[in-house]
């Protein structure tokens, strides 16, 4: 039994490095660029609602011991956004069909429910634009912010799979044509 759970592990953690290796050694400058640029603008913005990042007088990042599970899961955010937003562009780059369902497998959801509305000055304005249901939605948020992000960090899993099967066992993404590109230069 162990044996099976191991190989069957074993096979999982193979095909998904098997779709990183499609996706990021058909075009590494494209694909890791955008995994590093949609990273660091997503940490910066993440960070910056948290509070946890200043630019105001001067650049200052400061993490109190009771934000660390906070800086982890948006850390754990940012890099699982830069990951499936590049592999989506591969998705759509390669597909046959140009404008697909692969545009909203889940990464604009995660983004939206990763961000906290009442960390910051958001909160200020949910509250000034919808008074009474403005105060509600921003506790509801407040208080129930790690478990928001947990399940965001879930739904950001959940569309790297969905990701990784079209890239591993869709009919619609063309591989052959990057491998042919290679063999003619």
């Given at each position: 039994m162990t044996k099976r759970i191991h190989s069957s592990t074993k096979n999982f953690r193979n095909t998904i490095l098997s779709a990183f290796k499609i996706v990021y050694l058909s075009n590494?400058?494209?694909y890791f660029g955008i995994s590093i640029i949609v990273f660091s603008s997503?940490?910066?913005s993440f960070n910056m609602l948290d509070?946890?990042?200043?630019?105001?007088?001067i650049v200052y990042f400061y993490i109190p011991d009771d934000a660390i599970l906070g800086f982890i899961i948006t850390n754990t955010?940012?890099?699982l956004l830069a990951i499936v937003i590049s592999m989506n562009v591969y998705v759509i780059r390669n597909s046959n069909l140009r404008l697909d369902k692969s545009l909203l497998?889940?990464?604009l959801?995660?983004?939206?429910?990763?961000t906290c509305a009442s960390c910051s000055s958001v909160g200020f304005l949910i509250i000034s634009t919808f008074g009474g249901a403005g105060i509600i939605?921003?506790?509801?948020?407040t208080n129930y912010q790690i478990p928001l992000k947990l399940l965001s960090i879930g739904i950001l899993i959940?569309?790297?799979?969905v990701v990784y099967n079209r890239i591993t066992k869709s009919c619609m993404v063309n591989h052959d044509n990057n491998n042919k590109k290679k063999e003619i230069r």
């Open positions: 590494p400058i494209l997503f940490w910066i509070q946890l990042l200043f630019f105001s007088p955010s940012a890099t497998s889940g990464s959801l995660g983004i939206v429910s990763s939605a921003t506790g509801f948020l959940w569309a790297l799979y």
